[in-house]
């Protein structure tokens, strides 16, 4: 069985400030992984993605994530945040070999900016 | 380029009538597609999956039952909503293989009261 677990409810930064959402997860072996974001009363749009290579990852809006085989993680960062920023992330893992590509999702961080 | 379109955009219902929900996906044959139930602030729970029209798997027993009548279209529907059925539904295609990330519709929004 595969779980995902985004400890933190809710983030909250400065504009400008660096943000870094965790994300660990539990499977047998290296997963696919996954952020997603969901803006208020949408659907979700992905943000980036971790198949296998070099664990660090680049993807939209300036988004990265580290995979960390060692720590089970895979970590969403910004250096800098923005007010368009604020939604809900979600981290979802999916197993290699799954042709129905099922995806496990974690309950999401809601990050928002310090007014 | 690919698009996915959910129907109705919201719902009001009473508890024990039906409901159908729509997703169509248009610009790409053959996707596998799925359904997600979103209760409000909570996380994802994928209800069903296809990858051939005609063929649906379930993965969550909600009392659902859902259908690909045609290779662009996958519906969910009930006879009996119930208080529990409330809700986001979340609409999503993927290409067929290992490397296939999910793309998710707009969502419909279902209250039941």
């Known amino acids: 069985a595969q779980s995902v677990t985004q400890p933190d409810a809710r983030v909250t930064v400065s504009e400008g400030a660096s943000l870094q959402l965790r994300c660990k997860y539990s499977?047998?072996?290296?997963?696919?992984l996954f952020w997603y974001v969901q803006y208020p009363r949408q659907g979700l749009q992905l943000l980036l993605k971790?198949?296998?290579?070099?664990?660090v990852v680049q993807g939209v809006n300036s988004f990265e994530a580290e995979f960390s085989k060692s720590n089970s993680s895979f970590h969403l960062q910004k250096a800098s945040v923005h007010w368009s920023d604020s939604a809900v992330y979600f981290c979802a893992l999916s197993p290699p070999g799954t042709g129905s590509n099922r995806l496990t999702f974690g309950k999401g961080t809601k990050f928002s900016l310090i007014p | 380029a690919q698009t996915i379109h959910q129907w109705p955009v919201a719902e009001i219902k009473a508890v024990g009538s039906p409901l159908s929900l729509g997703c169509t996906i248009k610009g790409k044959s053959s996707p596998n597609l799925y359904w997600y139930w979103q209760a409000t602030g909570g996380t994802l729970q994928q209800l069903f999956y296809s990858i051939t029209v005609g063929q649906v798997e379930s993965v969550v027993q909600l009392n659902l039952s859902a259908s690909r009548p045609k290779d662009d279209q996958f519906i969910l529907s009930t006879e009996k909503l119930l208080l529990s059925h409330s809700g986001f539904y979340l609409c999503?295609?993927?290409?067929?293989?290992?490397?296939?990330?999910?793309?998710f519709g707009p969502g419909t929004r279902l209250t039941v009261l």
């Open positions: 999503a295609w993927s290409l067929w293989g290992n490397y296939a990330e999910q793309f």
């Open positions: 971790y198949y296998s290579g070099d664990p």
């Open positions: 499977y047998s072996a290296t997963p696919y």
